[in-house]
């Protein structure tokens, strides 16, 4: 523990390097891994950024306030002030992405509570709305290829322009979009890519950030190519091999019919081939899109797990005339998932019981805009906790958090963002499934959280039943789920694959709201997609309110929550719900419970904004590990308390813990099963010391002096 912030400050600069880095690193892994038809650059670097302004025109780049005829959207090509491509920018400040500009812009008692008061938002017309821009070469060799811009995540509202060329508008905070840039870039010269992105509207009630605030990508290919997230990877698992459905789009965007050869291979995670060889044909007209598959047979499957997170990548190769010219990877893992309705979650056949947690997407210091690093980081902390799940409340994850949760073995709740069944929803919706379908992490869709206006009626078992035929059309090979936090048996929780129990203290108002709702449909899986709330201040022991601090003994919770020891010894006991979801993982900016200004964060997290972990996350160590634990608090510095009784606690998984201060037995003490242990104690300078006993024997000592 001593250590810890050191670890944290070095694990920063190397995120910090890393990120730096990563233009060139990422360039060169993309191309290299693909045909010289497809590349993938990093576009995060040297980018130009002002304000501009919600509500004046004037301060907004707009050159003709008054507005002309032929401006913007009148004729192609005729974008004004900021959008065009000649605009002098050379005043904007220079900037790297990803970039968060609410993270950097003051406090205020007028901003957003929900967001950690920031100076943004409709009271801040000045702050809310960013214009980027971009000057990139395209060498002449390109013209003939097809071109596009990639963004991961913009918050919100963007608008963006090549060489003043409107491409469109993305009013998502949390999709992932692109577009064609092939017919308006000047080959063999410079571009520009203008962005203007207006954070005035808010889409949770969490802080959100404000940007540029994920990767950007120019994507190039031959006009023949596999469509962006063209590939869907799905396995079935046979006695000593599996199956693999490999189903890929592919797009002419050339002015002729073509005809080509598809070829999927599978490489182990060595680069070894392991299946493949057959070459199916496609034709396709000009202009079209057609699509191809195949089943691959692979021997001996290394599956995916928690435990061995192993991957295997489909290579689909697209050839014209004998030559490639498209060459398309997608790393996928092989594994078998089922929901059961009185038995819960399980992986490649053996029942798991997800230990999970809720979690924002933003961190100390960097706000929204997490370098991937960091991102890989906060993954490692809860995987040390014994967590094996994350819910990404409440939108669409950056890509390279799901990247880290392949990698780490850590089951994913995929999160929707709006609720809806218009088409800017179900675009959402769609997105999201086509982007993330292939990561074997993603075991289970959330179409959405606590739609209190129609979780509870018959509005609500339509809308979701609508939102769930179409991710099933997208993805049949995994369920769907919704957190609902009321009127359980009615709306939403009669249409939905997945019963999602948010708060079972709240949602149907008694302890016995989820068994009722198991006997009133017995065949319907269910998990509870959120609870606990806990809230506590890492490593205050007294409740201060004047300074906005919570103790860390495990007991301070809403009204509508509970502690983490009730709430996981009421799951853990039912094994029909296939886990939890505690909220939240890590403290996070906004949500500021119990507290108001100038309280800024939440304090929910099992670990706090930075990543340090609070005295629950040995609670769940404790009994969601396979190691044993061993953790005393609170600190025993007390002075003027001399002789005053002190609550002292112990996390643990040992069988017995005894407690002595300075020497003196304090008693000790058998541990109950997903329990602590208390004591109290008079206060005395000097060392407290536990010591665990497992079998008889101590295997393990903490303390505190
Ligand atoms: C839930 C909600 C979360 C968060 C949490 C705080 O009801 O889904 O987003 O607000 O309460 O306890």
New binding site residues.
Partial sequence: MKNQPLKILVCAAIAILVSANQELTLAQISQSGGSPGRERLLMDFGWRFAFGHATDPARDFDPDPAGSTFSYFAKAGTAAGAATADFDDRGWRTLDLPHDWAVEVPFSNRGSG?HGYKAIGKNFPETSVGWYRKTFSIPAADLGRHITIEFDGVFRDSQVWVNGFYLGRESSGYSGFGYDLTDYLNYGGNNTIAVRVDASLEE???YEGAGIYRHVWLGKTARLHVAKWGTFVSTELKDSSADVTARVMVNNDSAKDVSCEIEQSILNADGQPVAGGEIKTLALKAGASSESSVVLNVPSPKLWSCETPVRYKLVTSVRQGGSEVDRYETPFGIRAIRWDANEGFFLNGRRVELKGV?D?QDHAGVGVAVPDELNAFRVEQLKKMGCNAIRT??NPPTPELLDACDRLGILVMDENREYGINPQELGQLERLILRDRNHPCVVIWSIG??EWSIEGNEKGTRITQTMQTFAHVLDPTRLCTV?I?GGWGNGSSISIDVMGF??FT?GDGAETGNDRYHARFPDKPSVAT?D??T?STRGIYVQDRDHQHLSAYDTNK?D??ITAEESWTHYAARPYVAGLFQ??GFDYRG?E?PFYWPAIS?Q?GILDLCGFPKDNFYYYQAWWSDHPVLHLLPHWNWPGREGQDIDVWVHSNCQEVELFLNGQSQGRKTMTKNSHLEWKVKYASGILLARGYTGGKEILTDKVE
Avoid: I, Q, R, V
Wanted: proline content about 4%.
């Fill in positions: 929900s949770g009630w969490f809720c924002h409340s409440h959280n606590e957190a936090s948010n708060y709240h959120e606990a709330s809230f809403p509508w929550g909220w939240t949500e419970t939440s929910f």
